[in-house]
C-alpha cells in the first residue's frame, strides 16, 4: 500500500488522554463527499491503562468549532493495541467538511500509547 506525507494526520503521536491528531489536512474548497477511502491506524507504542476509540473529524472550519464525527470505531482494548499489531482500519464511505482530524480518545488515563494515522485509498491491513 502507498502512503503519502499529506494524508498524514499523526506520526508516532503519544497520547495518554482525549486528544486530537498533530495535523490536520484540507480536502480544498468542500468536502469529498461519497469515498472510497480509509482512516488507517497504526500502534506505535503499545497502550497500557485503558481502551481507545479512534474518530475522523471534519469541519468547514480550522478552528473545528463545528466539527461533526464522519465515522467512529470500536473500543479497542490495551491487549489490542500492541506496537506492531495489524493496522486498524476504519473505513470512510462520506466527507462533508473541509479540513479533517482524528481524535483518540481513551477510557483513562493511559500511561503509555502512541500512534501513527493516515487516510489511504482502500485499505490494507496487513504489514
Do not use: C, W
Not at 25 to 47: A, C, H, M
Amino acid at each position: 500500500m502507498f502512503t503519502d506525507a499529506q494524508n498524514t494526520f499523526s506520526r508516532v503521536q503519544a497520547v495518554t488522554g482525549s486528544a486530537y491528531s498533530e495535523d490536520i489536512i484540507d480536502t480544498g474548497n468542500r468536502g469529498l463527499g461519497d469515498t472510497d477511502i480509509s482512516l488507517l491506524i497504526n500502534v506505535k507504542t503499545s497502550v497500557a491503562g485503558g481502551s481507545v476509540t479512534f474518530s475522523l473529524e471534519s469541519s468547514d472550519t480550522t478552528d473545528f468549532a463545528t466539527a461533526k464525527t464522519e465515522n467512529i470505531s470500536r473500543a479497542y482494548s490495551a491487549e489490542e493495541l500492541t506496537a506492531g499489531r495489524d493496522s486498524i482500519l476504519l473505513r470512510i464511505s462520506h466527507i462533508t467538511g473541509r479540513y479533517l482530524r482524528v481524535k483518540y480518545e481513551p477510557s483513562a488515563t493511559l500511561t503509555s500509547g502512541a500512534f501513527t494515522a493516515r487516510l489511504v485509498e482502500g485499505g490494507q491491513t496487513n504489514r
